[in-house]
């Protein structure tokens, strides 16, 4: 296997030619697979965006445009009706058709499907000619455009020939569609060696203007941050992403290279299982702690989030205390405040619990997705030993972590995870993170198992509430509630860090998607 893809590389190589733009970036983590339903995780998200598209897409300002789809229409409160560009080719010279947007649909809503949360609102797609299709909403759902950006159209002939009709949950069964991909994006897939790097070259067949100068880009997995640096220090790569902190200053005083900074909409927080009647991962034997709000609020209390927003992020962060930072809908400053640390209260709540003297958990954590993410959990075991409680820290690659601590195991007691809100709105993570699971298709992402049926309640209720102060109070319903019952840890808003060559062009959405088809090499 590993012959075969060194042939094609070399292969691929021989037939650039000589004028050809390259482009080499560097992330310290790859991505789970080719099948763009197996996670909803932003670096996966934007790479195979690449090679599939939705009917709508956005823009650099993170407007929705059109895309597969040229217009739309309300006929009604539920129904929409979606016109869909002619003359689109598959990948692989077969016609995109309408009957692919229907197939697409049963698919993403499947039950091995991690992201049927993100079209919970849709109740069918029909057909209505090649290129027409009508979706019905459950309800009227003033983010239909928003969530339609995270399905992207799959080919039904493709899928059907490459037992690839449903999403294979990654480690638990296989099809063609978690080691290949064929779109009708910009990007077309050459190579792909998991954990090591992926290789694209341009889709000369792809419907839209090109505004980059790629004839290929090569995505490789470097997971040691003083080698990632160096790689780029080298001129081995063009761009990394993400960017150690310690490193931006011998970074950005190389003529040769620049930083790109910006605020990121992504929330990092801490969840906490409180779904088992026992742990999985702790000393406590027979029940479950984090089932008492005292222990969930002793937790909250013993973390000093400006301390580690000072001194692990080194000022690369602003501490929140909502589950959708600054930049999303349904934001309110009012609610983001977050508690002062207190470890004598904390101290005093597990006592009150029935732990004077603490107890043992581990917190699950990656190492190679987020900004100091292992960094920020020793620090946050560091804090709670203060209280009493020890933490085993376990990091490992993302790759390994999303595949225990997300959707269907759900292995995990104490975590921590990022989000940013596909639909750029409070709905999503609520939807997504919050949400009872199974409640109306949501909950997908609610690794920890909370539960409040009036949580639910205003999650369902803003789904279709079209007045705007309406909805805010149901956002904010939902988040106080939440908030009350200590459901969450949010911690911080994490600034986005790329560094490049100076003679790339890149554009840095406030998402921190990586969009090739804005990249142009001078």
Partial sequence: MRSRFLMAVMAA?????????????????????????????????????????????????????????????????????????????????????ASDVVFTFKRIESKSSQLADTVASVKEIRKVDDLTVDVETKGPDPLLLSELVSMVVMSEAWCNANNSQEPAIVGTNENAALRTAMGTGPFRLVSREADRRTIMEKNPTWWDKAEHNLDRFEFDVIASDPTRVAALLSGEVDMIYSVPIQDMQRIAADPKLKLIQGPELRTIYLGMDQSRDELL????????????????????????????????MRGQARPTYELFGEGNGGFNAALNKRPKADPAKAKALLAEAGYPNGFSITLDCPNDRYVNDEAICTAIASMMAKVGVKVEVYARTKTKFFAEVGYPRYETSFYLLGWTPDTYDAHNALKQLIETRGVNGGGLGNDGGYSNKDV???????????????????????????????????????????????????????????????????
Avoid: C
């Fill in 13 to 97: 190589a021989v037939s650039l030619p000589a004028s050809a733009a390259e482009f080499k970036w560097a992330n310290n983590g790859d991505v789970r697979a080719m099948d763009p339903y197996t996670l909803n995780e932003t670096v996966q998200n934007s790479l195979l965006a690449n090679i599939y598209e939705g009917l709508v897409r956005r823009n650099k300002q993170l407007q929705i445009e059109p895309a597969l789809a040229t217009n739309w229409e309300k006929l009604s409160n539920t129904v929409w009706r979606f016109h869909l560009r002619p003359g689109v080719k598959w990948q692989d010279g077969t016609p995109f058709t």
């Fill in 281 to 312: 991962k702790s000393s406590v034997k027979g029940k479950n702690p984090l089932k008492d709000k005292r222990v969930r609020e002793a937790f909250t209390l013993a973390i000093d989030e400006d301390l580690i927003t000072k001194v692990v």
């Fill in 456 to 522: 639910d309640a205003d999650i369902e209720a803003m789904a279709t509430e079209l007045d705007p102060v309406k909805r805010q109070a149901e956002v904010d319903d939902a988040m106080r509630r939440v908030q009350e019952d200590y459901g969450s840890i949010p911690l911080h808003q994490q600034t986005i860090v790329w560094a490049a060559k100076k003679n790339v062009d890149i554009v840095q959405p406030a998402d921190n998607r990586i969009f090739m088809r804005w990249v142009n090499v001078h």
